[in-house]
């Protein structure tokens, strides 16, 4: 009998660096069930391009041309349901947490592995809860996801669970949820160290 093929996902690359969209061209063929279906080198461009193509993922740079990278994917999701993955080369934080409000999926540095970057697709085009980071080193395989993410900014900023929960309009069961698992995913045993963890690793 016949092997199913697996589900075909489109996806759109926004990238104004050529040599970038090449590799990540080149990275994406070797997966038989994602497709290309467009490049653009600027953010109109990119923006437009979603809107005609409706793909599954965008893969978005953040210092575009014209339109940046937070207000492509703010557009993108206001109109379509295409999930958005950043890309980006460097460790803004302020940005960081601009694209996530903008409704980013997930967020990696262009320093990140082949296997990072697959990760990170699968777990987006799974509609799993979304990836933001992942954590390096140790923990190569354990994603920090957004809700995670929004609890560490919010433990940066000196608030407590009760705080927490009441910001983010979540239960204080899942606000202590989030925290346990950034200690784990961290190498972490108390606030104090999973901050220092994680700005070690460049997540706050």
Do not use: W
């Amino acid at each position: 009998m016949p092997r199913s093929q697996p589900p075909i996902a489109s996806v759109v690359l926004i990238e104004d660096h050529l040599i970038v969209r090449d590799g990540l061209r080149a990275l994406l063929s070797m997966r038989r069930d994602l497709r290309i279906a467009g490049e653009a080198a600027d953010g109109a461009q990119g923006l437009a391009l979603i809107d005609a193509c409706r793909p599954e993922l965008a893969l978005v740079d953040l210092n575009l041309p014209g339109l940046d990278g937070v207000e492509v994917i703010a557009r993108a999701k206001a109109s379509t349901s295409t999930k958005c993955i950043v890309l980006t080369s460097d460790h803004d934080d302020e940005r960081a947490k601009r694209a996530i409000a903008a409704g980013a999926d997930a967020f990696l540095l262009k320093t990140c592995s082949r296997a990072e970057l697959y990760a990170t697709i699968d777990h987006v085009l799974r509609h799993d809860d979304p990836l933001t980071r992942l954590v390096a080193d140790e923990h190569p395989t354990s994603p920090v996801t957004a809700a995670e993410l929004r609890v560490l900014f919010a433990i940066k900023a000196g608030k407590t669970n009760e705080q927490i929960a009441r910001e983010l309009n979540i239960s204080l069961n899942t606000v202590k949820t989030h925290v346990a698992h950034l200690f784990r995913k961290l190498g972490a045993g108390n606030r104090t160290s999973a901050l220092a963890r994680a700005q070690t690793q460049g997540l706050v």
